[in-house]
């Protein structure tokens, strides 16, 4: 990848110099002209300051050199943009502009082809070189696949086979590439009519297909509204979404069909030409040219007949169109066809019954009251009952002849005489019509005289629809339940609500109430409701707000429902201690299982995935947790002397799928109980002695009591007393109650053992322990008999045994035998028998004279015996210490 430099021109000779700068200006290329090429591969959106590339280092070059190099960086297009340079140490930084593949190479399609070309010069010039530099720019999914439109509609016919493919043209584009494009689509709801198909290309590029997969009947549903979703190949996948509205196509599978097979007509045989006698009508559920219906005669009707009674193509009304012979009696048989695009025409029959006037008939002079055109009269569904809808005025040629005027039909209407006034009739409503029960009426007035004359006049009623009805909720509440951290957009439910009415009074616009949080959206048209932001039910479990159907009628109708959302709980809360960690403070010898503290651990999930169960991690031989409480216990009674600090880590585990955790530190620190009297260290028995010179000055040091104490604070500090004396002047010693130091408060006049019972005690609470020990000094300039004074402390010790509690000296005075305390008894007192003896003797017969030899030999022994002693005692200090 590197090119090798040129060496001769670093040479140092002065000659060889010389050359090469000659060399320099005639071939640059050979000497001057280093040329290296570095490529560094980085991804896209990296953040300021990430190291790029060294290329010092890359190109290994030598830093020591002096002087030094320094690199210099070309300004190009994107130098100063994307990278930053180190002009020390060659090293090539991001800068603060994030680098967007897409927006940089946007005319590139190939991931290798998008790169940033750098020129990096090395100076000074005795070491120029061009380094060449080019940046990779890898794709990293950064971006959504988006539709070219929010919403996209495709045709789908009616008559579509089962398996029938229809491209969606409008396919998602994810600037992203290879695996980080879009690489697959489906359907948010596929009405369990169709699916979705992905298709590629040679290009590579994919296009889904909507697949038919049941029969289709625009006449049973028009249109499908979903939502298609775009995922590309990223970790976690993104996904783009766009509303697909299916429009069903109308084919003509439908043919027009009468209401009625036949129709009766009779005709008086003088009756006006343009009298209307019928009007047939078919009806065809398809839309538009596909229900187009075009009424004929049948080829079999004579011309003459044709001519007779004129047949409207478009609204299908018979009127007599020539004149009636009347002293002729005839019966015409129409036969009436609706032809329909494509279709078999539909047959129906009109007979018409021509009655021959043997004398003036009657006649019916019809004025309508309510709206009419072509005969057809126009009423609204609102008007009230009893409300006017026509009048009919009966003209009778022949008074002779009594006239019966009737109405035949079905329907809330009735035909009554008019007043007082002969020969006119009401045609009236009995109640309110209903458009959305029945929108047409036909009733025939007829007219009878005596003779059996029959006059008919046909009358059609058409209800007018009004915006009588407000839109209707399938359900008054509508329950959603959501997960937690749902991606945007979410597709909650499709609201539904129908309208009676017809047209636009029947149009249904859902509208969102005031109350409703802004993060929701409710489609006006199709009732698509979606929540635009992910929701959290640690902050809110349950939504609750209102909805409007609203109609398109005037004055508008409206219904509301309430929509209630329930946002499903999802363990993505770890549980949480109250304290970042915890420290209990409990007495020693605390009884075992006995509650040391609670551990308080909460979890913002719900159910399972907040409930929590506490362990310790490391180690559980001493202590455990109650998972309910999180109290925390010991398994038996603590000793403080053992060990007073305890360390645990205590886990918090919830019950989700997977599980969460969290883990704290709890310390446990033993507080001292005064359970330790004091151990006394020096001296060591109470056998041992000192010596006391007897012309010790007052004030002096002669000793001291040392012990300790194995508890903390109060319950080791220590106090020294002296409790008995025994022996010699009393007061001659004194103790520091602090130190233990004993001095001799007053010259000594008596010479012999003074015994002091020394009470060593603690401070402690409730109750101070303590210890004694025997202190003995012997009063003397010399140890003359040793044996002697061992027998006064033997005799010492027994009489002062109860009052010596030091717990060495009792465990070692149970262990002796009864024996072996008969034999010491008896020894000393055979000894003290044998010393009376020896003193009287040598008090009468050398009284002076060997006094005084004695006192002068002895001194110099009893200076060495006190040394000894006192050597002995420092040796015993240090070894205890």
Known sequence: ???????????????????????????????????????YKIKEGLPKGTLIGAIGADLKLDFSVDPPRSFSLDLKKFSNQYVNLNNTTGELYTSAQEIDRETL?????????????????????????????????????DNDPRFPSDEIQILVPENAPVNARFAVEQSAMDPDLGIYGVQTYWLDNDYGVFTLDVEENEGGELTPFLIVTESLDRETRAEYVTDIKAEDGGSPPRVGTASLRIIITDVNDNCPKFTESQVNVTLIGNASRGSQLARVHAFDPDLGDNA????????????????????????????????????????????????????????????????????????????????????????????????????????????????ECLLEGTGPFRLSPYKNFKNEYLLETTEMLDYEQQQEYELTVVVKNSHGLVIKTLVKVQVVDMNDNAPVFKQAVIDITVEENNPPNTFLTKLQATDKDSGSRGEVLYLIGSDAPSIFHLDQITGVLTVSTSLDREEKETYRFMVRAVDRGLPRKESIATVTVTVQDRNDNSPRFINKDFTFFVPENFPGFGEIGVLSVTDADAGENGWVALSIINGSDIFMIDTGRGALRA??????????????????VDGGEPALSSITMVTVLLL???????????????????????????????????????????????????????????????????????TLRKALSNRGLYSLLVKVSDHGQPEPLHSTVLVNLFVNETVSNESYIQSLLTRENIENEPTILKPEKITKEKELFPCQLVLITLSVICLGLLLVVVSLSTYICCKL?????????????????????????????????
């Open 1 to 39: 990848m590197f090119s090798k430099t040129c060496g001769a021109c670093h040479i140092t000779s002065g000659k060889i110099w010389g050359l090469c700068i000659l060399l320099l200006y005639t071939s640059p290329l050979l000497c001057s002209s280093n040329f290296s090429h570095l490529i």
């Open 105 to 141: 190479c946007a005319d590139s399609a190939d991931a290798k082809g998008c790169a940033i070309f750098l020129d990096m010069l090395i100076l000074p010039q005795q070491y120029f070189e061009l380094v060449k530099v080019k940046i990779l720019i890898e794709d990293v999914n």
């Open 292 to 403: 187009l219906i075009m009424y004929t005669y049948s080829e079999r009707i004579s011309r003459e007949t044709r001519s007779l009674f004129h047949l409207d193509k478009v609204t299908g009304v018979i009127k007599l169109a020539g004149k009636i012979d009347i002293n002729t009696s005839k019966f015409y048989k129409l036969i009436v066809l609706a032809n329909g695009v494509g279709c078999i025409p539909e047959v129906v029959m009109v007979n018409v019954h021509v009655i021959k006037v043997l004398s003036s008939p009657p006649t019916i002079i019809p004025r309508f009251i309510a709206s009419e055109k072509d005969g057809v009269i126009s009423l609204s569904e609102s008007e009230p009952p009893l409300s006017p809808v026509a009048f009919f005025t009966v003209k009778n040629a022949d008074p002779r002849q009594k006239v």
């Open 635 to 652: 398994k038996t009674p603590l000793d403080r002397e053992q060990q007073g600090t305890y360390y645990l880590w205590v886990e918090a």
């Open 672 to 742: 001292d109980v005064n359970d330790n009297p004091p151990i006394v260290l020096f001296p060591q028995s109470n056998q041992s002695y000192m010596l006391v010179l007897p012309n010790t000055l007052p004030g002096t040091s002669i000793t001291e009591v040392y012990a300790v104490d194995r508890d903390t604070g109060m319950n080791a500090v220590i106090a020294y007393s002296i409790i008995k004396r025994k022996g010699g002047e009393p007061g001659s010693f004194d103790i520091d109650p602090d130190t233990g130091n004993i």
């Open 849 to 881: 004279k060997k006094h005084k030899k004695k006192r002068s030999e002895p001194e110099t022994s009893g200076e060495i015996n006190c040394d000894l002693l006192a050597a002995d005692k420092k040796a015993q200090e240090i070894s205890n210490l």
